[in-house]
């Protein structure tokens, strides 16, 4: 039911987007574009868990992106910039080797850098046309938030979480798609962004 609410209000096809949406949305780059944020998503919740001491789920969280993630956006990293895809990856190697031997802080640190490596990747293997679309953007939002479900699916039963580590990926996965919603109405005008009130405040209660 969230979802087809979701999708009823995002409405890719809706005429009110067409100043900012001229595009055909090309989803191979869409997801790219979600992989990354997934990548985010699961860094997020590895700092979480590391702010509060707990290096065990910070380690899974930052073996999830380069055992499920990685492979799916090396390709098209590689062709854009060789060099940004083997930082990106030996990056993300390093990051899971000092869970256990970095302060918070340290941690934290080399986590931020990546997410800017992957912010950087997407300027590097998407057409600029696309990054700054609103159907693009809110593409790759309820891919997000698609995959947010079905995590939170898995790691809440009966009211209870079951699986913390699953339940933790919706909470990344969330906090992408809110950070990737926010960055797409900064860049809107007044009347524009006015469009997007009811999505931002459902984004900001969940």
């Known amino acids: 039911t969230s979802m087809a609410w979701t999708e009823e209000k995002i409405n890719l096809n809706n005429s009110s987007l067409a100043p900012s949406s001229s595009i055909s949305l090309n989803r191979t780059n869409v997801d790219f574009a979600t992989n990354i944020e997934f990548i985010k998503g699961h860094l997020s919740a590895a700092i979480s868990n590391k702010e509060i001491g707990n290096n065990e789920l910070a380690q899974t969280h930052t073996f999830h992106p380069i055992h499920e993630i990685y492979t799916l956006i090396r390709d098209q990293i590689s062709s854009a910039d060789t060099e940004l895809n083997n930082t990106l990856i030996n990056s993300l190697n390093n990051l899971t ?71 933790q990926d919706a909470q990344g996965f969330v906090s992408s798609a809110n950070e990737l919603f926010n960055q797409t109405i900064n860049n809107l005008n007044e009347t524009m962004t006015n469009k997007f009130t009811e999505i931002r405040d459902s984004l900001y209660q969940l």
């Open 97 to 167: 080797s000092v869970v256990f031997t970095s302060t918070s802080a340290e941690f934290t640190d080399l986590a931020s850098s990546i997410k800017s490596l992957l912010d950087k990747a997407i300027i590097k293997a998407v057409p600029e046309n696309e990054i700054s679309d609103i159907k693009f953007n809110m593409s790759t939002l309820i891919n997000l938030l698609k995959t947010a479900e079905s995590e939170y699916g898995i790691g809440i039963e009966n009211g209870t979480i079951t699986n913390i580590a699953e339940y």
